[in-house]
């Protein structure tokens, strides 16, 4: 079942009942990652024993746009860039960035088309303690992280040393996470 989006009790009530009902339910939440819309579904009146046995996974992704192919170059990071490109571990940290000056193809922008970065918190037994707990968005992320969930934040890092995006683009799309 698609649900277009769960904006209110009565529609995440509908989504959970489904579930329960062995239903895989799909739908969508705005928040700013994947352990916010947990916490959301909570804050949304859903009693924590219910969300915990329903809940799979929450996916959260953004769209950046991607660097142009036919005018990107490498060039140095700024001293900004640099500070985010710092959060990468040292083995994939990359020298040098990837950005376009703009050109015909691009219409002057320097970049062509977009590509998403992901986060995926799988529901496993300690991050349904953490639900049946109501613990924070914080301490839900820190647990998923724990068992080796990529943040947004991670995985743009990855796309901007793949050279698909600029650091500018990924940290206009998430936040520094305090983990």
């Known amino acids: 079942i698609m649900v277009g989006e769960i904006r209110d009790h009565e529609t995440a009530v509908m989504a959970i009942q489904s ?6 339910v799909f739908s969508t939440l705005h928040t700013n990652d994947a ?18 046995s329903s809940l799979l996974g929450v996916m959260a992704q953004r769209l950046v746009r991607r660097v142009c192919a036919e005018c990107g170059a490498p060039r140095d990071p700024t001293a900004d860039e640099a500070t985010l490109l710092a959060e990468a571990p040292a083995e994939s940290r990359p020298a040098t960035v990837i950005s376009g000056d703009g050109c015909d ?4 922008s320097g970049y ?5 970065v992901y986060e995926l918190l799988k529901v496993d037994e300690a991050i349904r303690q953490q639900v049946q707990t109501r613990a924070n968005a914080t301490a839900i992320r820190d647990e ?36």
């Open 19 to 24: 579930s329960l009902t062995g239903h895989l």
């Open 112 to 116: 062509r088309g977009r590509v998403g």
């Open 35 to 52: 352990a916010s819309a947990v916490t959301r579904m909570l804050d949304l009146g859903i009693e924590p024993y219910l969300l915990s």
């Open 144 to 179: 998923a992280v724990g068992a080796g969930m990529r943040l947004l934040r991670d995985d743009g890092l990855q796309k901007i040393a793949a050279g698909m995006t600029t650091p500018s683009e990924v940290l206009r799309v998430t936040v520094r996470a305090s983990v």
């Open 105 to 108: 193809a691009c219409r002057k």
